[in-house]
């Protein structure tokens, strides 16, 4: 493989550029202007673009009811390793020419298991060197890396909940060797989504013990990435299903509550996928909220769900509407540290052009770039920040403020009740809020 070898796979994709909001070309960005300044900081540095490896240069188009509809020239090497280095030439060619700033990938994705734990360690190591130089070459950096620990037949029980200790030794295994090249690649956080660590019936699961041994499984991670050096985020990513009937890592408020449980809550953040809100029956903003609330919002798969079906769909974010509350929470929370916008997303399995990549991706950006511009206006024009502190002015003085102090038994706020009386209605003003958004979705620059 030769690094430099930029152009083979996407020969007539040019390096994006951005050509504003009139540009008819489906190879510009209309609103991803990465230099543009908003706030403190650059569109490049607020939304911390990465691309996964997964979606982009693993997937085939196939699903349950049919084979692969794309042709991926990267994929036509018979040798595994062949193939994993051209992967490799494929997906730097296009981060570059995307101009996206980072990237992710599970072990499985960047090199091919091996006979044994050895070779498929062999055969990582070998590409992460050859990603090593892509990097410094590039300026691309990796966001966050993780274990593929679902694919695997040795995986259908789970693994670290899996009911045999030998399976948990391999996810060990991987754990390590992925902890070590997240290190070396400078990863910033390192991502658990427990795939298959859930159950399909409770008639054959002991529930309360495999919960405690993937407790003890992250213990393990995180003190062996502390001690080689890993000052990153752990971060866990959770879904309620699929693969599993019930995943563990269910929403964002159980894995919260199991990192809390497991006193893991200090090493370890939330990565929130859209898609995966949908699923657990949330929005999208629910599970931020409540990941920011616990100090615990680490990264995000950004991505759609589908609220007409029951599964992981991973379409590309383009509802504006959804991505500008998402922003707003997001801003609020500070903005990304080590995390960012990952597009956990797939083209649809019709979407068969090469270019279609880029124009998917081009697209998300471009509507979260605009998501944050719309929501940084909002909360500049203030209207809707300041209705929601209003609204619990009560709070702020008098019995409220003892009320939330702690200064009060029960019998003295009762007292309180028989002393005011019935109190005024308030008006939760959610249509004047929404027509606020729609005004500033609307009224452009
Ligand atoms: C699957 C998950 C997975 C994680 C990384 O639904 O989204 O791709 O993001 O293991
Ligand atoms: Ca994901
Ligand atoms: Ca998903």
């Given at each position: 493989m030769s690094p430099s070898s930029t152009d083979a796979y996407f020969p007539s994709v040019p390096k994006i550029a951005y050509e504003g909001?009139?540009?008819?070309?489906?190879?510009?960005?209309?609103?991803?202007?990465?230099n543009r300044v908003i706030g403190q900081k650059t569109l490049k540095e607020h939304l911390r673009f990465a691309v996964c490896y997964w979606h982009t240069f693993?997937?085939?188009?196939?699903d349950p009811f049919g084979m692969g509809t794309w042709q991926r020239?990267?994929?036509?090497?018979?040798d595994p390793m062949d193939r994993a280095k051209a992967k490799m030439d494929a997906a730097f060619e296009l981060f570059v020419k995307l101009g996206a700033p980072f990237y992710v990938f599970h072990d499985r994705d960047m090199s091919p298991e091996g006979s044994s734990v050895a070779e498929s360690e062999r055969n990582l190591r070998t590409l992460v060197e050859l990603a090593k130089i892509k990097q410094q070459e590039t300026g691309i950096k990796l966001m966050w890396g993780t274990c593929n620990l679902f694919s695997h037949p040795r995986y259908m029980n789970g693994a670290a909940t899996n009911p045999d200790v030998n399976v948990i030794a391999h996810a060990a295994a991987q754990v390590k060797a992925g902890l070590e090249v997240t290190v070396e690649l400078g990863g910033g956080c390192f991502v658990f989504w427990?795939?298959?660590?859930?159950?399909?019936?409770?008639?054959?699961?002991q529930m309360k013990r495999e919960i405690e041994h993937v407790g003890r499984f992250f213990e393990m991670a995180r003190d062996y990435g502390r001690r080689i050096g890993f000052t990153g985020d752990f971060l866990i990513e959770p879904k309620p299903m699929e693969p599993s009937k019930h995943q563990y890592d269910f929403d964002a408020a159980t894995a919260i509550g199991f990192l809390r449980r497991f006193d893991l809550h200090r090493d370890f953040k939330l990565n929130i996928e859209a898609n995966h809100a949908t699923l657990a029956n949330h929005t999208f903003a629910h599970e931020l909220q409540t990941a920011a609330d616990a100090g615990m919002l680490g990264s995000v798969d950004a991505n759609r769900g589908d609220y007409q079906n029951g599964w992981d769909t991973d379409q590309f974010p383009t509802d504006l509407y959804q991505i500008v509350e998402a922003m707003m929470i997001i801003l609020e929370n500070g903005g990304f540290t080590r995390g960012g916008l990952n597009f956990d997303a797939k083209l649809r399995r019709?979407?068969?052009?090469?270019e279609d990549l880029f124009i998917a991706h081009i697209g998300a950006m471009d509507a979260f770039a605009k998501g944050l511009e719309i929501a940084h206006r909002v909360i500049e024009d203030g209207r809707i920040p300041r209705l929601r502190e209003e609204r619990y002015r009560s709070f702020d003085s008098g019995v409220g403020k003892q009320f939330e102090d702690g200064e009060l038994t029960l019998e003295q706020l009762a007292d309180h009740a028989a002393k005011s009386g019935e109190p005024a209605r308030t008006s939760g003003k959610q249509e004047l809020i929404e027509n606020i958004i729609n005004q500033i979705c609307f009224s452009g620059e």
């Open positions: 909001p009139k540009s008819d070309n489906p190879l510009a960005f209309k609103f991803y202007d990465e693993c997937g085939d188009g196939s020239p990267w994929a036509e090497h018979a427990g795939g298959r660590e859930g159950y399909s019936t409770l008639l054959n699961t019709n979407s068969t052009d090469l």
